[in-house]
């Protein structure tokens, strides 16, 4: 665990709401989340607490710089591929996520 870094009122064009935050600590497992909105952009994906994010739109990401630059290039309103790693079932997860 560690810092974190919310995104959660982090907006492109005034309407690009992700609805969770993320930890700003460098794993190989990818960018852990940290609090979901249960209403936002991740949640509604079938995201979990506890994920680790590891690609958006196909460009790996590992740190939060990485993760926010990836979701800065996603074509709005298009759902787009994210896959998490989750723990719990030691499975990744393609979550499909509109921006």
């Known amino acids: 665990m560690g810092g ?3 995104i959660s009122g982090y907006n ?21 989340v940290l609090v979901l909105v249960p209403t ?8 979990w607490v506890g994920d680790f994010v590891v690609s958006v739109y196909g ?8 993760l926010v630059y990836a979701i800065e290039s996603v074509p709005e309103g ?10 719990s079932t030691g499975s990744y997860v393609t979550a ?3 921006f």
């Open 59 to 66: 460009q790996p990401v590992s740190n939060i710089d990485e």
């Open 78 to 87: 298009e759902p787009v591929e994210v896959v998490v790693y989750r723990p």
């Open 12 to 32: 492109r064009y005034g309407c690009l709401y992700c609805g969770a935050s993320f930890s700003t600590v460098v794993s190989p497992a990818g960018v852990e």
């Open 40 to 47: 936002g952009a991740f949640a509604s994906a079938g995201v």
């Open 4 to 6: 974190g870094w919310v």
């Open 96 to 98: 499909w996520v509109t």
